[in-house]
């Protein structure tokens, strides 16, 4: 609610990117990232934000914030990112 009142109306971005865990295929990797971020594009959406807003992209498992060799490693690695954009 926060976030879609702050960038309702306002000339912010915002970027959605997904990750995953280092499980299965690459190329699957992608679209579960890529749907991950999709997920909250589509929360955003329908409190408002406008979809030009709000940019979606996937680094599959590229990007890992901690090892895939745990469980709870694992786990941290299956997020979304979300950065707010400035326009200027």
Do not use: C, W, Y
């Amino acid at each position: 609610e926060k976030l879609s009142s702050r960038i309702i109306g306002s000339s912010e971005r915002i970027s959605l990117v997904g990750h995953t865990d280092s499980k299965g295929p690459e190329d699957s990797n992608m679209n579960l990232g890529k749907n991950r971020a999709l997920a909250i594009f589509n929360i955003l959406v329908s409190k408002g934000v406008s979809k030009d807003q709000v940019d979606v992209s996937s680094m599959g498992e590229s990007l890992p914030v901690a090892s895939n060799n745990s469980e709870s490693g694992m786990n941290e690695n299956r997020r979304v990112e979300l950065k707010i954009l400035e326009q200027k």
